[in-house]
């Protein structure tokens, strides 16, 4: 299991300078991968509606940075380290250009795209996308579908119910053999079921160790049940949590955040999961500076040898 990290895309210490410094550092201490998201927009007055009700977003949210140009402008000032979107919400998208735009990535970078999407769910920003929730779902699938057709040999054809490309010629490629790994975001059990079906990996959120354990569980067993080998998907887990100076308390901390030390012990719990990755969104720096000195414990805390 390695480890990655999300850049600082949006919130008090988002900045050019801060994104490349932070994946430089990513790359030097032995991290993985580095990670963007997407945000369409902020919505004002209500609040963010999720099935006709309001819900609030934190203020980090006002201005976030796009996730594949980031990681262009990342990819020429590193050499080695991963660069994946957690996640690129797929309905409000174009399948070819999406698939161009994660091809062009790859080439760039010397093949080192990962490609997390997910299905969105804000009511506002279905609406600037001038696309409806029906295209979640069966929607999602049909657009990986033809996102990997876009990476096929030419002509790429593709017919389906929401999306269609004629006969074409679409270049470039991506760099990777079979295409860029696509992720799925998913913690219901029809997206999780989906996932195994047509995903190369699943991006789950950790909410709890119990609750990454059910999902793990659930993902590898619906991918047997679909004729793969859950050996050959990836599981790359997100964990939106702090990564503090000082120890929290036990009875309170998030799983996987708190000190240093404390997210090292529950990560020996997750390898008994036998899960690829694990991404930390940190949640409690206040500058790059405390971001790297934490990312540089983290690491040291997860080799020290056993006592």
Do not use: C
Request: charge should be negative; proline fraction near 7%.
């Amino acid at each position: 299991m390695d480890l990655g990290v999300a850049l600082p895309t949006s919130g008090v210490f988002a900045s050019t300078g801060a994104i490349v410094r932070i994946a430089q550092e990513a790359e030097r201490l032995g991290y993985a991968a580095v990670w963007t998201y997407e945000r369409l927009l902020y919505p004002l007055g209500e609040g963010a509606l999720l099935n006709g009700k309001p819900i609030a977003l934190p203020e980090d949210y006002s201005s976030t940075y796009e996730p594949i140009e980031t990681l262009a402008y990342v990819a020429a000032r590193t050499e080695r380290i991963k660069l994946g979107t957690s996640i690129i919400n797929a309905p409000f998208h174009v399948p070819v250009i999406l698939a161009r735009r994660f091809a062009t990535l790859d080439q760039l970078s010397g093949g080192r795209a990962i490609a997390g999407l997910g299905q969105g769910w804000m009511e506002q920003e279905f609406i600037t996308a001038n696309v409806t929730t029906r295209y979640r779902g069966a929607g999602i699938e049909e657009f990986i579908a033809a996102m990997r057709a876009g990476w096929g040999p030419d002509p790429v054809s593709f017919e389906g119910r929401f999306y269609h490309i004629p006969p074409s010629k679409i270049d470039p490629k991506p760099l990777q053999k079979g295409g860029v790994p696509i992720l799925l975001g998913a913690a219901s059990p029809a997206a999780i079921a989906r996932a195994a079906r047509i995903a190369d990996g699943l991006n789950p959120i950790a909410f709890s160790l119990e609750a990454l354990e059910a999902t793990v569980k659930s993902f590898r067993s619906a991918a047997q049940a679909a004729g793969r080998d859950p050996s050959a998907l990836m599981i790359m887990v997100r964990a939106n949590v702090p990564i503090t100076a000082n120890p929290l308390p036990e009875d309170s901390r998030p799983f996987l955040g708190g000190s240093p030390e404390q997210i090292a012990e529950d990560l020996v719990k997750v390898e008994a999961l036998a899960i690829d990755h694990v991404l930390f969104a940190d949640a409690a720096s206040s500058n790059e500076e405390e971001l790297v000195q934490r990312l540089e414990r983290l690491q040291a805390a997860v080799q020290r040898p056993a006592a």
